[in-house]
């Protein structure tokens, strides 16, 4: 199968990341989606991309955690791809959009090993329609806790992957998290308790490093559900609305694109893209209410 288009994967992707310019990086990520799509291996492809193009130590459970996940998972493809959004497509998407942060932010490598293995686990029970908080969050990890047992993964890790899934809730646990992460940049007070339904997510308040991972996970969600270009986000909408079985329009990208700007997790580097979509929609709606 052909390489990915733009500037051939992984290599690609972090030459557009020292560069330093965010459409770049955008156009990378979205030759990065198109290839996956076609691939039959999609979880296994980009969790073999990503762990050879890390740099330094890497954590061997981790390692073995993620080839697991991403065998195991497409290995079940009528199962995982059951859903016209949240599929193994989205999995692929976010994991290789928080591996973009993930560069950006110069973490170490065990710290993007752990972020990556959280995108690829966090939708991993869905249902397809909003669900009590946190209820499938939790889910997707304990449905994967023997697989991440046997392949090493520390009790200690397993309870930061817990915490990091929990966060992506996009409810409370994204906006607990970003009041968090106020907190700890000194712009807010501290929230004074988690979430009831998630009380794992107060370990953010005493651990900022973890809070940054919960940040760069909640973010590499988001993007991709708002979209990296205008046509991507077009086809975004479409793949929602045919999950929710009802036409979804400009107001209902607003609205979504609102709440999340209004909680503030977007970092400084793709914020100007997101504004940028949002007033051409918003411009658009009321060009159309003017005539």
């Known amino acids: 199968m ?83 959004y949240h599929n193994r497509q989205h999995f692929c998407e976010v994991a290789l959009t928080a591996y973009g942060l993930c560069l950006l932010a110069r973490l170490s490598t065990q710290a993007t090993q752990l972020v990556v293995l959280a995108a690829l686990v966090h ?60 907190a700890h940049a000194g712009r807010a007070a501290m929230p004074l308790a988690a979430p009831a339904g998630a009380p794992e997510l107060a370990a953010l308040v005493t651990d900022p490093e973890l809070a940054q991972l919960a940040r760069i996970l909640c973010e590499a969600d988001v993007l991709p559900s708002i979209g990296l270009d205008d046509g991507h986000a077009l ?28 909680q503030g997790y977007i970092g400084g580097f793709f914020l100007p893209c997101v504004r940028a979509m949002h007033a051409a929609l918003a411009g658009g709606l009321h060009a159309v209410a003017q005539g």
Not at 16 to 45: N, T
């Open 2 to 84: 052909p390489s990915p288009a733009a500037g051939h994967g992984m290599a690609g992707l972090r030459a557009a990341v020292a560069a330093g310019a965010a459409p770049r990086v955008a156009s990378e990520l979205l030759a990065l989606f198109e290839h996956v799509a076609q691939r039959p291996d999609k979880l296994q492809w980009v969790n073999a991309e990503m762990t050879a193009d890390l740099g330094g130590a890497i954590d061997p459970a981790l390692a073995r955690a993620g080839a697991a996940v991403a065998a195991a998972i497409d290995a079940q493809p009528d199962t995982f791809d059951r859903h016209s």
């Open 123 to 182: 939708d991993a029970v869905h249902e397809g329609r909003p669900q009590a908080a946190f209820v499938q969050e939790r889910a997707s990890v304990d449905s994967l806790r023997a697989l991440l047992a046997a392949a090493g993964l520390a009790a200690a890790q397993t309870d930061c992957l817990m915490v990091l899934v929990l966060a992506t809730e996009t409810g409370g646990g994204t906006a607990y998290m970003s009041a968090v992460c106020q």
């Open 235 to 262: 086809r975004m909408q479409e793949r929602l609305a045919r999950e929710w079985g009802r036409p979804l329009g400009p107001r209902d990208k607003l609205a979504f694109m609102d709440g999340v700007l209004q």
